[in-house]
C-alpha cells in the first residue's frame, strides 16, 4: 500500500509496561478499524516501570514485527491529545477490561474531550479470557517464577526471565 493512501490512523496509548496478549488483542482490533496504528509508549515513571521507556518500546517493536509499516511504536512525553494531533489521529484507542477500569478512563476522556474536541476516544473489548489479564498481574507472575507463556508474546517471556535474573541476585 502506498504510504500516502495510508489515511487512517489511530493512536494506541498506554505504558505497555511490558505489551501483554491483551494489548496485542486491542491492537488487532484497531487495525480492523483503521489503516495505521501508533503505539504510543508513555515513559510514566511515577508508575515505578520494570522496563524504561526504551525497553518497552523496543519490545513491543519486537512483538508487533508481522504487522509491518501498518503499526508503529513511538515513545511519547507530555499531553497525550498534543501528540496525537500532531500525527494527525482519527482517533485514540483504549482497552476496557472490567468496570474497575471505566471510572478512570471516563474520567481520562472527559478531560482529554476538553483539550481535543474533536479527537475520539474509541472503547474495545478484548476476548472474554483477557478480560483479567495486566501487565502487573504478568510482572508478579514472573517475579514468582510462574509461567507466563500464555498472556505475553515470547520475546516478552524472555525480557521478563532476564530481568527477574538479575534483579533477583543477591
Ligand atoms: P496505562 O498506564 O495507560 O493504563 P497500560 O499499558 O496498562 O497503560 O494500558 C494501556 C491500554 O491498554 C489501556 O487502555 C488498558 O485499558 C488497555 N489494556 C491493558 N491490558 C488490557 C487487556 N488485558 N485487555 C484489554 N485492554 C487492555
Known amino acids: 500500500?502506498?504510504?500516502?493512501?495510508?489515511?487512517?490512523?489511530?493512536?494506541?496509548?498506554?505504558?505497555?509496561?511490558?505489551?501483554?496478549?491483551?494489548?496485542?488483542?486491542?491492537?488487532?482490533?484497531?487495525?480492523?478499524?483503521?489503516?495505521?496504528?501508533?503505539?504510543?509508549?508513555?515513559?510514566?515513571?511515577?508508575?515505578?516501570?520494570?522496563?524504561?521507556?526504551?525497553?518497552?518500546?523496543?519490545?513491543?517493536?519486537?512483538?508487533?514485527?508481522?504487522?509491518?509499516?501498518?503499526?508503529?511504536?513511538?515513545?511519547?512525553?507530555?499531553l497525550m491529545v498534543e501528540f496525537a494531533r500532531k500525527q494527525n489521529a482519527t482517533a485514540v484507542v483504549r482497552g476496557l477490561r472490567l468496570i474497575s477500569d471505566f471510572e478512570f478512563e471516563f474520567q481520562l476522556n472527559l478531560s482529554n474531550r476538553k483539550l481535543a474536541p474533536n479527537l475520539e476516544t474509541l472503547f474495545l473489548m478484548p476476548k472474554d479470557h483477557l478480560i483479567f489479564l495486566s501487565s502487573s498481574f504478568i510482572k508478579e507472575l514472573a517475579s514468582f517464577g510462574g509461567d507466563v507463556s500464555p498472556y505475553v508474546p515470547q520475546n516478552i517471556e524472555a525480557a521478563l526471565k532476564q530481568k527477574y535474573s538479575t534483579t533477583n541476585l543477591p
Open 1 to 78: 500500500m502506498e504510504q500516502n493512501t495510508l489515511k487512517r490512523l489511530a493512536v494506541y496509548p498506554g505504558s505497555f509496561d511490558p505489551i501483554t496478549n491483551g494489548h496485542m488483542d486491542i491492537l488487532e482490533r484497531a487495525l480492523r478499524l483503521f489503516d495505521r496504528v501508533v503505539l504510543a509508549v508513555a515513559p510514566n515513571e511515577k508508575k515505578k516501570p520494570l522496563f524504561s521507556a526504551a525497553e518497552r518500546a523496543d519490545l513491543a517493536r519486537e512483538a508487533l514485527l508481522r504487522f509491518g509499516d501498518r503499526v508503529e511504536v513511538t515513545i511519547f512525553n507530555g
